[in-house]
């Protein structure tokens, strides 16, 4: 008699690593929880586990962290008006102030921020445990406008005008610019709004730089529809549920305008 050899069933198309189910669930960030997992205080299915990488279903599952079951918390979406000086990670190497300063005393679970902006820059930031809805702010296939003010250290005239919108060549890189439009003119400097749609680093900076200008200040005030509006600098609101759902892309240049002073 033959016996045939049973397949092995499909791995589910919704298992993801162990850390990564942690983070998902909003229990902690990625690199937390694979510290927890290597210091044997998670378990799944009631076993230890220390294989960052093992392949869960975080809806299936039951996972415990130091004996205390992980369950998944409410979505949580966040508006952060980023102050100028503090820098966008969880912890810093150097001691200097994140943006999780401006949540101390709130009782939330773990957020991570949807994408970056730099030390000296400022404005709006999203704030999420929704790992969906940032990558699909963040994928560039979505195209998502990004609007900034920017305050350059020269009165521009047209042919500044004309560079800043062509963009730059960096190296090997080539940074693109949907937008520049003048705001307000000073003695000195101005004001220009700029919209990208990327995120690649210090993008907004080395356009201008390239162009023949320094940059003094650098404001996000919209992703997509989301504005920064009149949000006191490091204060956060929840968005509402409708804000969550809004088209992240396709709105009139220029329209925006926030108190910069």
């Not at 930031?125 to 003010?149: C, E, F």
């Not at 003119?185 to 730089?209: L, T």
Request: charged share 30%.
């Amino acid at each position: 008699m033959r016996f045939l050899r049973r397949r092995p069933a499909p791995a589910s198309t919704a298992s993801v690593s162990l850390a990564r189910a942690l983070s998902k669930l909003g229990y902690c960030s990625r690199t937390q929880a694979e510290k927890l997992v290597r210091e044997g205080r998670v378990t799944v299915d009631g076993r230890s586990v220390r294989q960052v990488e093992l392949r869960i279903d975080p809806q299936r599952a039951r996972l415990t962290v130091d004996g205390q079951t992980v369950t998944a918390v409410r979505r949580i979406y966040l508006m952060l008006n980023k102050p100028r000086g503090i820098v966008t990670t969880a912890s810093d190497p150097e001691g200097r102030q994140t943006v999780y300063a401006c949540l101390e005393g709130k009782d939330l679970p773990h957020l991570a921020p949807v994408g970056r902006l730099d030390m000296a820059s400022e404005g709006l930031l999203l704030m999420t445990n929704d790992t969906r809805w940032a990558q699909r702010i963040l994928d560039p296939a979505s195209g998502v406008d990004k609007t900034y003010h920017v305050q350059i250290d020269r009165v521009p005239d047209d042919a500044f005008m004309a560079r800043l919108r062509e963009g730059a060549v960096d190296g090997d890189e080539v940074l693109s610019i949907r937008s520049a439009a003048l705001l307000r003119c000073g003695e000195r400097n101005a004001w220009v709004e700029m919209v990208i749609d990327e995120g690649r680093n210090r993008q907004i900076r080395r356009i201008v730089e390239a162009a023949g200008a320094a940059v003094l200040r650098l404001v996000r005030v919209r992703i997509g529809e989301l504005e920064l509006g009149d949000l006191a600098k490091g204060a956060v609101r929840e968005l509402a549920p409708e804000e969550t759902t809004l088209p992240l892309a396709g709105y009139p240049v220029g329209k925006l305008r926030i108190n910069v002073a």
